[in-house]
């Protein structure tokens, strides 16, 4: 008995030393990150464009940038994930050939997201001819961010109870009908929150973009959806790496890493709310 007890105490130990451990990381990175880019972070630096090379002004085109592929990516990968889901859930025959697929979905999930990238280039830029644009950069995000939701949209799927689609169906709906009425609207606040964390990963990702979509530097907003763009994730990137005034140019990453910090917190606590609303739901 008393074994069994110091073993659960240690292992309760390493459990909270482990929970302390990232929460202290996280800590120092939000208070390096904020310390560092708050002192250049305000109203004009958020809504300018920028000057001098980049090393004074705004990054309102690279916030822009950033919002027009992170909604490109979504338009695609939303509509084409929860299709995919619904088949793999409600259609398919699960067997050998299904449970292939989901490994393979599982696996594209691990995949470095610079292969995604060389991909983009070589489908969406080149054999497409699409360019470097933002319509290249967000098809390539979505190609990314597609087995987080289809993942997602499997589990809301699958937790709806077995019981509501009988009942639909014993009162005479169709399976799809059964799907539109009963069973998407009771799976809809999982499908968001993996659509949403899915949106997170997107707004941060550098290596995608870097063949497909973005520009060191513009002093133009994108006019359609072929136009290059910048955005945040490579605009540190690039003032970090290739800047020629660091001086100047460091404190402006700082600030653009804080302001991108903060919309993928803010995109992840969404997520959060929309998932604990959703287990507070009773059926």
């Known amino acids: 008995m008393r074994s069994r007890k110091v073993k659960e105490f240690v292992g309760f130990a390493i459990l909270r030393l482990a929970t302390a451990f990232i929460l202290l990381a996280l800590f120092i990175i939000l208070y390096f990150i904020t310390v560092r880019g708050s002192k250049v972070v305000n109203w004009q630096f958020l809504t300018q464009m920028p000057r001098e090379g980049m090393t004074a002004g705004g990054i309102l085109p690279a916030i822009l940038g950033t919002f027009y592929l992170v909604t490109c990516s979504i338009c695609f990968a939303l509509p084409l994930g929860v299709a995919a889901a619904i088949y793999l859930t409600e259609y398919a025959k699960q067997g050998r050939l299904i449970r292939i697929i989901r490994i393979g979905i599982n696996n594209l999930a691990g995949v470095p997201s610079v292969v995604f990238g060389l991909f983009g280039l070589a489908v969406f830029v080149k054999f497409f001819g699409f360019?470097?644009?933002?319509?290249?950069?967000?098809?390539?995000?979505?190609?990314l961010i597609l087995p987080t939701i289809i993942r997602a949209s499997e589990e809301a799927l699958l937790v709806v109870p077995q019981s509501f689609r009988e009942a639909s169906l014993a009162l005479g709906a169709t399976k799809w009908q059964t799907i539109c009425k009963v069973v998407l609207p009771n799976a809809i606040s999982g499908i968001l929150t993996g659509s949403i964390l899915g949106v997170g990963r997107a707004a941060g990702e550098?290596?995608?973009?870097?063949?497909?979509?973005?520009?060191?530097?513009?002093?133009?907003?994108?006019?359609?959806?072929?136009?290059?763009?910048?955005?945040?994730?490579?605009?540190?990137?690039?003032?970090?790496?290739?800047?020629?005034?660091?001086e100047a140019q460091v404190p402006i990453a700082y600030g653009t890493a804080l302001v991108l910090l903060f919309l993928v917190l803010g995109i992840d606590l969404i997520a959060i709310i929309i998932r604990n609303r959703a287990r507070r739901e009773k059926w």
């Open 206 to 246: 550098t290596a995608p973009i870097l063949f497909t979509a973005v520009t060191f530097y513009t002093m133009r907003l994108p006019r359609s959806i072929f136009s290059e763009v910048q955005a945040l994730p490579y605009h540190i990137y690039a003032l970090m790496t290739e800047g020629t005034h660091p």
């Open 131 to 143: 360019g470097i644009s933002i319509l290249s950069g967000g098809l390539t995000l979505g190609i």
